[in-house]
């Protein structure tokens, strides 16, 4: 017989897997937006444009993107512990790799795919496991996960600052890589795929198996679980590209920003230290709102809170046009890691709650590799912007319009009604926006 979820007489095993989970978030999300800081001192090095060296991180968010798909999926069927290791392997190689490069078709080979689907193999399977381990507080559960990646923007850009300024570009590159092998084989000891695994139920399930917010949806006869979602049906469905569309256009909106900063910020003659500690400030406001959304959706849904998310950061985006001190970035990076940070977490819990459990880590993948095609757009763009133009402003009002997109999506997103092969859960959405 498993142990109740959350039975006091020890400490919940979930949390150790969130904790897992965290530090390998932490550890390799944040390389992806580290690149940034290798912007400038290889484009100088090597004497390449920064739209050439900026096209790594934007092959490195395609295949990051195709394989958060196929490793949700892989996921649902083996388990999350395989497919990160495998992930590990992947991306400590790249990044090797990467510090031996010369020419922009190697980077893009090291960086853009090995690296880009190494990483890939961590977030989407991650998000779905505390789906899995978490019943009750399930939304604070994917937002403590989704806070792994603001720590590591919060912590892995001045990281790479300080190898690069002690060592190089390509020594760092070395040592990023060794940090992620530690950490993901560190941390794949304590994952577990299920809660069953340790002989415990999700953390707040009933007794007899039913989530506890659900015990009142049961019929008198007691029904069993509504039956898997067919592909076929979740992929003719439109809220599936709703919300798909939506969170394309919320990461095309801020991939760019995000990328481009650290070299906005040093074009207009702030130091190279102060510009990468607003990718700190960023990644660490971005830790607060992760978990305080999923706190707050928790409670008040899922809907209104990602659309205030999604307008807060298309007007901060704009405003970023017209600052040109340190305080007014510091400001303004206060704000955008609020703003993008929050909506993270909320797609994995809208493509829960709309296509049920079982298919969880297929459906997010899905919606999640359209999103890193967003964000494999934005570096390449930002880059083409400033090599046309020679500076960033067009690409405020551009990614400024994206977000108008991603509001307007958002606002259409409806409760599916029941249809043939799509679980009643679907139907139990309602009960969230």
């Given at each position: 017989m498993q142990a109740r979820a959350d039975d006091n007489s020890r400490f919940f095993y979930g949390w150790y897997v969130l904790g897992a989970s965290v530090s390998v978030m932490m550890f390799t999300i944040g390389l992806l937006v580290a690149?940034?800081?290798?912007?400038?001192?290889?484009?100088?090095?090597?004497?390449?444009?920064?739209?050439?060296?900026?096209?790594?991180?934007?092959?490195?968010?395609?295949?990051?993107?195709?394989?958060?798909?196929?490793?949700?999926?892989?996921?649902?069927?083996?388990?999350?512990?395989l497919i990160l290791l495998g992930g590990a392997f992947l991306s400590g190689l790249g990044l090797f790799l990467s510090a031996l490069i010369t020419r922009p078709l190697e980077l893009y080979l090291t960086f853009g795919v090995l690296v880009g689907f190494g990483i890939g193999t961590f977030y989407v399977p991650l998000s779905s496991l505390a789906t899995h381990w978490f019943t009750k507080r399930r939304g604070v559960a994917v937002g403590v996960v989704s806070a792994g990646s603001g720590?590591?923007?919060?912590?892995?850009?001045?990281?790479a600052r300080v190898l690069i300024t002690a060592y190089g570009w390509r020594p760092a590159f070395m040592i990023l890589a060794g940090i992620t092998w530690?950490?993901?084989?560190?941390?794949?000891?304590?994952?577990?795929?299920?809660?069953?695994?340790?002989g415990l139920s999700p953390y707040g399930q009933a007794s007899d198996g039913a989530p506890q917010a659900f015990q009142s949806a049961r019929t008198a006869g007691g029904a069993a679980p509504a039956p898997r979602a067919s592909s076929?049906?979740?992929?003719?469905?439109?809220?599936?590209?709703?919300?798909?569309?939506t969170h394309f256009f919320c990461c095309l909106s801020h991939s760019g920003v995000l990328f481009h900063?650290?070299?906005?910020?040093?074009?207009?003659?702030?130091?190279?230290?102060?510009?990468?500690?607003?990718?700190?400030?960023?990644?660490?406001?971005?830790?607060?709102?992760?978990?305080?959304?999923?706190?707050?959706t928790d409670r008040y849904g899922l809907r209104h809170t990602m659309l205030?998310?999604?307008?807060?950061?298309?007007?901060?985006?704009?405003?970023?046009r017209f600052v040109s001190t340190a305080g007014g970035f510091f400001g303004l990076t206060i704000f955008f890691g609020l703003a993008f940070g929050g909506i993270?977490?909320?797609y994995v819990l809208l493509s829960r709650e709309f296509f049920g459990n079982q298919v969880v880590g297929t459906v997010y993948g899905f919606v999640f590799m359209l999103s890193s095609f967003g964000m494999s757009l934005g570096p390449v763009l930002g880059g083409a912007i400033y090599d046309y133009f020679g500076?960033?402003?067009?690409l405020f009002f551009v990614s400024g319009v994206f977000g108008v997109m991603a509001v307007i999506l958002a606002s259409i997103l409806r409760p599916p009604a029941v249809a043939e092969g799509v679980p009643s859960k679907v139907a139990e959405v309602t009960v969230a926006v």
């Open positions: 690149f940034g800081v290798f912007l400038k001192p290889m484009a100088e090095d090597l004497n390449w444009s920064r739209t050439s060296v900026a096209a790594a991180p934007t092959f490195a968010f395609m295949t990051f993107g195709v394989c958060s798909f196929l490793a949700g999926a892989l996921a649902d069927r083996f388990g999350t512990r720590i590591g923007i919060m912590l892995m850009s001045p990281l530690l950490v993901v084989f560190s941390a794949s000891l304590v994952i577990r795929n299920r809660p069953g695994d340790v076929e049906a979740i992929i003719k469905h439109p809220m599936f590209w709703a919300i798909g569309g900063m650290v070299a906005m910020a040093t074009d207009i003659g702030i130091s190279k230290m102060v510009a990468a500690s607003f990718i700190l400030v960023t990644g660490l406001t971005s830790i607060f709102s992760r978990i305080g959304t999923g706190a707050i205030l998310g999604l307008v807060a950061q298309t007007i901060v985006i704009i405003l970023f993270m977490p909320l500076n960033y402003a067009w």
